[in-house]
């Protein structure tokens, strides 16, 4: 179910705008903007952004986390996981990280 809810965004991505493409993140599948991923769907069935270091996390319902697919390594900065309970918000998160990303 989550992986459809992911595919799903995806593909409207990719029909909205024309520099966004499928494409894959560490294994995962991903969205890519000019080839530079701005989300995908973890291992662990959970969509990840890349929202910046300066994201308002607090301001969002669903729980997002920082980030971390290294047991030794602090996490990613900017990038934060939303598990499936948090998929309500998951389109809006798709569409602030493709903006960011489009801003850079």
């Not at 291992?43 to 986390?65: C, I, S, T, Y």
Request: charged share 30%.
């Amino acid at each position: 179910m989550e992986f459809e809810n992911f595919k799903e965004i995806r593909e409207q991505f990719c029909l909205k705008h024309p520099e966004v493409t499928e494409g894959k993140m560490m294994s995962s599948p991903a969205i890519h903007y000019k080839n530079k991923v701005f989300a995908f769907f973890s291992r662990q069935n959970k969509m990840v952004f890349k929202l910046g270091k300066d994201f308002p996390v607090e301001k969002h319902h669903a729980q997002l986390v920082e980030f971390s697919p290294f047991k030794s390594k602090k996490p990613l900065t900017g990038w934060y996981e939303s598990d499936f309970e948090g998929f309500e918000i998951w389109n809006e998160l798709t569409r602030i990280s493709l903006r960011k990303i489009q801003s850079n």
